[in-house]
């Protein structure tokens, strides 16, 4: 098992900059990579970014990309979104998931409980 605990969300302003932070604890080596994903109100979750504990590469989602960033501490278990010059259109409830695939293959099993970000024009 793994467990994962997302924290930094709130209300911010467009155009404001986020940290959301995600630490997993528990069977952590049993984790490939970790992904960011979100849930906006009355629509599917999508997702947002993936780094890979090993080398730290990393994929966004198109309507993200030049303004998120994922990173990791792998010291501490963690990884990190920050979110520069948000949108009204990036709030919604923001999850963090460990992939535990593989390079050829993407199996999100752990999700924490996520954390809300609301961005006000």
Known sequence: ??????????????????????????????????????????????FVAHITWSDGSTYYTDSVKGRFTVSKDNAKNTVYLQMNNVKPEDTGVYYCAADVGGYYETKYVYWGQGTQVTVSS
Do not use: H, I, N
Not at 4 to 18: F, I, K, P, T, Y
Not at 19 to 45: D, N, V
């Open 1 to 46: 098992q793994v467990q994962l605990v997302e924290a930094g969300g709130g209300l911010v302003q467009a155009g404001d900059s986020l940290r959301l932070s995600c630490a997993a604890s528990g069977r952590t080596f049993s984790s490939y990579a970790m992904g960011w994903f979100r849930q906006a109100p009355g629509k599917e979750r999508e």
